[in-house]
């Protein structure tokens, strides 16, 4: 690369620049946090060196194919396995009765949650088309399907509830008995008294409903795992792509009745989750089981098919909204009834409550929203089970509150931005008890708001939007919270029989000086080898090169909970902050000892241990670490031996914040819209690594784009899947992403080791709200009032042809 | 997503080809560029118990000039018409590289072959659109010796030909050269197949439109051709008006149905669009003939 191509590519040539010129001032110590440190991992990546499930070889290994329900909802009279029992380099061929009737439950300790089992196959009931029965293992996978194809399943089929217009209906079949009217859970969040009288007196009152599609995360690598078990160690071994290895494990040990030290849980690379892989799949215990049964390795790799209409989806929702505003456009009052459609089975360990307890809690976002109750339901029906996908309820919670201020904002004549900057929290709020019982420690909400604004204006799109070429351009600007990395304490107020929250970090320091952290997070793309080793490295003043993270192993980390709910960095990086605190004590009463001095006197600075004020008197950590394994007889008999340290974090959970702003065109000849331009402010606190941040803000908008505009899991009225492959299930690729500005706000939280908040999910977040906005202010002068995700071409057309429904069709079949 | 299993023969010449094809009987398949094919096969929704792979057949990559038409061997992949900048092609053919500019993504392009599509008969292959644009005709190979088959009896129904089981398409000869050409689909996502496509080509002889070719995609089981909406431009001035009569006549052809990308009416609003815009383009982009 020559100097003038670097040039033109800030993201590559910053970091290196950034370092020199601290490294120029020998007074200032060298700080990592903060830095764009290329990512550790993508050397390995790039070059095909990565070591995700399928690269590991084992050409003995069985492999898995299951034999899925044809149907929507049914009861199963036969299944006969002995034609493909006799197939060649057929295995097994293996029901649930044969298994013994594994099943896992997740389970909420509250009064309004029903508890449903989910058996691994199903056992007589089938409740979603795609839904395993029986698990063939056969030598290799080609062969595994020709048997699966020769399994004979006898199904009486019965009518499927589907639709959120389904939910609750009593002339359908009930499909968990526990639960006749379908309700498996019923939050009642907050009440208000006073709500039904504030909002009769309103001068502006909103009753408006809501809608968002059935997506699923679609991550590039889809679910695959290897079960072996291992004579030596007494212990199945379960290499599987997850988020989540300590919570897989307790599944299995829980469906098998094993105990959890017998189980060992081992995620290598990992090709994405976004909440997908969060949670425990029914296959990859059934491989567990298999595995342990046979006492031969076996493996299973999800197709494409499978992972579109088999694994997890989410966002099915619908908001019933009563919002009052005063003359000045202010909030008085809210009022929401919120239902979703959770599919077939409560998952494991998170339960289906996930969505409608994050929807009635966190809906007021930003906003000062007056008198406020919420009801939000959990309806079970024939489509799979949903799981925490990426943002869990946000983007529709964020969808609604600003499709009420875009609607509010119109009717009383005012400016879109003004009409935020008057509802939101403004900075001498903070600390801000909201009515929804959360206390939101400091952000920059209003500063993001107006960082927003500016930065459109200079954009120049409003003068875009006068443009008179056939296209219909409009902008969307939405202002928003994102709660991240919950605690126990946080989590404990959802009442999981399983609450995560905290995470313990171990730092431990070789004979060379290298070190090596181990976390119960399991970074699955986003860059953890990288911003872990940052902060380790500030603490020890020592090189990020020479900090390696181990992660995702349940035999090698302590006991963790996993990556999601933006909560790693915070919490995994925060209890290895405190571990690596700890380690540097070690090693400044080591060197205080042999460079006789007093261990507060010892500062670590570049490598070294230093007396400060006598930077002469030093000692390099390597020299330290290199005496402490091999010449302890020189140092006096400390309790403990060598350098390592232990550390935790659990905090409450914080508030990152951003504002976004969205440039679509619709073209009227086609009905299609494209986003154009985009602009990201983000705050989440401590930037630990500008260049990681972008690029979760990159993907989520990506994402969040997708379901407002291209992805929908859709449904035949029998409860066939129509979007069984990539042609109809439409993830936008990179032609139909714009370039995405990214710009930061700092709020330090002082809530945690680092300063940072998570941010793992603002994108996904915020970018729906923002296009919507966007297509109906491009649609202003048709009245567009469209208020439901994805938006396509032939509702745009509808809109502009005057025979829109703003609440539109509920099937797309 | 593991295809059920077959017999694989690799052949060397289209006359092996058509040998191993009539010894096989009607369950085997020709197995050219495989973009088609092959994902049919993984989903297990083309079960063929035997596939003839032609990868090997010499002679089939070629675009030569026979006089007005413009003769495509079977084997050549979609890229080398689209970077293809021969007089033969660009002389009444120049659309031809701009259509396979709509087909699929840069690697399919380069895997995939032109008779292939033309076999396989995707109601929105650009091929099959310019086969019937250009009225062209089909050579095919059998136990009998070559026939050729003329667009507008080649496409049966949804992916099916009058070719026999034992027959390989081995030539696409197109015809009719035309100075306007032009291909406008509509997708979702580039690359996607087209919701609906239309292509139009024609020639202006004293200020007059003549020899004009409409044909839509996406819109019925094969490609279709609109003769009441090519007569309203033919003789008509090449301007704006006459686009939108030919439009609309386009649009009240035809009777597309509904699925996940949209209903009928929608189908009919993008074919109005999406002819006017062809018409357009094609005046704009005339060839150098």
Redesign the interface.
Same mark, same amino acid.
């Given at each position: 690369m020559n100097a003038e191509q670097a040039a033109s590519q800030p993201d590559a040539a910053e970091p290196n620049t950034a370092i020199d010129a601290q490294a120029t001032e020998p007074d200032k110590p060298k700080r990592w946090v903060g830095n764009r440190l290329p990512r550790r991992e993508d050397p390995r990546m790039l070059r095909g060196s990565g070591r995700f499930v399928d690269d590991i070889p084992d050409p003995h290994a069985y492999h898995l194919a299951f034999v899925r329900s044809p149907v929507a909802s049914g009861r199963i009279t036969e299944i006969l396995t002995e034609d493909a029992i006799s197939m060649p380099g057929v295995v097994a061929v293996l029901t649930s009765a044969d298994l013994g009737h594994p099943s896992l439950t997740a389970v909420l300790e509250r009064e309004e949650f029903v508890p449903t089992t989910m058996p691994l196959l199903a056992k007589d009931r089938v409740r979603y088309a795609g839904e395993p029965i029986v698990a063939v293992v056969a030598e290799n996978?080609?062969l595994a399907?020709?048997a699966a194809?020769n399994v004979w399943v006898e199904i009486e089929e019965m009518p499927p509830v589907l639709s959120l217009e389904d939910l609750g209906r009593s002339d359908l079949p009930v499909i968990h008995d526990e639960a006749p009217d379908g309700v498996l859970v019923d939050l009642q969040m907050f009440t208000d008294d006073l709500l039904d009288d504030v909002l009769g007196s309103a001068p502006l009152v909103l009753e408006e409903i809501f809608r968002s599609g059935r997506v699923t995360a679609a991550p590039m690598e889809s679910r695959t795992c290897r079960a072996d078990w291992r004579d030596r160690d007494e212990q199945l071994v379960l290499e599987v792509s997850t988020q989540v290895p300590h919570q897989v494990r307790s599944g299995i040990a829980q469906a098998l009745g094993v105990p959890e030290r017998k189980v060992r849980v081992i995620a290598p690379d990992v090709g994405g989750g976004f909440g997908l892989k969060c949670v425990v799949g029914r296959e990859e215990v059934v491989a567990a089981a298999i595995a342990m049964r046979m006492r031969h390795a076996v493996r299973w790799s999800e197709?494409?098919?499978e992972n579109l209409i088999a694994s997890f989806h989410g966002r099915e929702q619908e908001y019933r909204i009563r919002a009052g505003f005063d003359d000045e456009g202010r909030f008085v009052g809210l009022e929401a009834d919120i239902r979703c459609n959770i599919g077939a089975y409560s998952v494991y360990p998170f339960s289906c409550a996930v969505e409608p307890l994050m929807a009635a809690t966190e809906l007021p976002g930003v906003y000062k929203v007056g008198r406020y109750a919420a009801r939000a339901r959990g309806f079970a029906s024939n489509k799979p089970p949903t799981a925490p996908y990426r943002g869990v309820s946000r983007p529709q919670i964020v969808l609604v509150m600003e499709r009420l201020m875009d609607k509010a904002a119109r009717s009383l004549g005012l400016d879109r931005v003004e009409i935020r900057r008057r509802n939101t929290i403004q900075p001498d709020d903070f600390p801000y008890l909201g009515p929804n019982g959360i206390t939101y420690e400091p952000g920059s909400y209003v500063e993001a708001l107006e960082l927003c604004a500016a930065e459109v204006g200079k954009a120049g799109w409003r003068e875009q939007c006068e443009r008179q070429d056939g296209l219909l351009r409009g902008i969307g600007i939405v202002n928003f919270s994102e709660r991240t990395a919950y605690g126990t304490a946080t989590m404990g107020m959802r009442k999981m029989q399983m609450t995560p929250g905290f995470e313990v970090s171990h730092v431990r320091m070789d004979a060379s000086g290298d070190v090596v952290v181990t976390s119960g997070t399991c970074g699955h793309g986003q860059g953890h080898e990288t911003t872990f080793a940052q902060i380790v490295a500030d603490v020890l003043a020592i090189s990020p090169d020479r900090i390696k993270l181990r992660q995702g192993d349940t035999d090698v980390t302590s006991f963790g909970w996993g990556t999601f709910a933006s909560r790693s960095l915070v919490i995994g990086g925060g209890s290895a902050a405190v571990a690596a605190r700890r380690l540097a004590d070690q090693l400044r009463e080591v060197a205080a000892e042999m460079l006789e001095a007093e261990p507060t006197d010892i500062e670590l600075v570049d490598g070294h241990a230093q007396v400060r004020g006598a930077p002469d008197a030093r000692l390099t950590i390597d020299e330290i670490a290199a005496t402490v394994h091999f010449r302890s007889h020189t140092l006096v008999q400390r309790e403990e031996q060598l350098l390592e340290a232990r550390g935790s974090a659990d905090p409450p959970g914080m508030f990152s914040n951003a504002a976004h702003a969205a440039l679509v065109e619709v073209d009227p000849?086609?009905?299609?819209a494209q986003v154009v331009d985009y602009i990201v402010i983000e705050d989440c606190g401590v930037v630990v690594n500008p260049m990681i941040v972008d690029g979760q803000v990159r993907g989520g908008v990506a994402q969040g784009i997708g379901s407002a505009l291209?992805e929908e899991m +859709?449904y035949s009225p029998e409860g066939q899947p129509?979007?069984g492959?990539f042609?109809?299930y439409?993830v936008?690729?990179a +032609?139909?992403i714009p370039r995405v500005a990214v710009h930061h706000l700092e709020t330090p939280c002082d809530q945690t080791e680092t300063g940072a908040k998570g941010m793992g999910e603002g994108g996904t977040i915020g970018a729906p709200a923002a296009v919507l906005s966007a297509l109906n202010d491009a649609l202003r002068d048709y009245d567009a009032d469209i208020d439901f995700v994805p938006v396509?071409?032939?509702d745009l057309?509808a809109v502009l042809e005057g025979t829109s429904n703003s609440e539109r069709r509920l099937e797309?079949? | 997503m593991k295809p059920a299993s077959f017999e694989y023969h690799r052949a060397y010449t289209p006359e092996e080809v058509v040998e191993v094809l009539t010894e096989l009987g009607e369950d085997a398949k020709i197995l050219a560029g495989g973009q088609s094919l092959a994902p049919m096969m993984n989903f297990r929704l083309a079960r063929p118990s035997a596939l003839v792979d032609v990868n090997t057949v010499a002679g089939l990559d070629y675009i030569r000039r026979e006089g007005d038409e413009l003769c495509v061997g079977a084997l050549t992949r979609h890229r080398t018409l689209e970077i293809s900048i021969a007089d033969d092609v660009r002389d009444g053919f120049g659309l031809l590289p701009r259509a396979a500019r709509w087909i699929g993504h840069y690697p399919i392009r380069s895997r995939g072959t032109v008779g292939g599509s033309i076999a396989h008969s995707d109601p929105t292959a650009e091929w099959c659109l310019m086969a019937r644009l250009y009225d062209a005709q089909v050579v095919v190979l059998g136990p009998d010796g070559r026939r050729a088959i003329p667009s507008e009896d080649w496409f049966t129904g949804f992916l099916t030909t009058a070719s026999g089981p034992d027959e390989m398409v081995v030539e696409t000869r197109f015809g009719r050269p035309r100075a306007h050409g032009a291909l406008t689909e509509y997708a979702r996502r580039r690359g996607d197949f087209a919701i609906a496509a239309a292509a139009v080509a024609f020639d202006v002889v004293d200020g007059r439109c003549h020899d004009v070719s409409i044909v839509l995609g996406g819109v019925a089981n094969e490609p279709l051709r609109l003769p009441e909406a090519e007569a309203i431009v033919e003789g008509a001035a090449p301007e704006e008006d006459t686009w939108t009569a030919a439009a609309r006549s386009a649009a009240a052809a035809i009777r597309p149905g509904s699925d996940l990308n949209g209903d009928d009416h929608y189908r009919r609003h993008l074919v109005d669009t999406l002819t006017r815009r062809a018409f357009a383009e094609a005046l704009e982009t005339g060839n150098s003939r």
């Open positions: 996978r080609y399907e020709d194809d197709d494409r098919q000849g086609t009905g299609d291209y +859709s129509l979007t492959t042609m109809d439409m936008p690729t +032609s139909e396509r071409p032939a057309l797309t079949a | -």
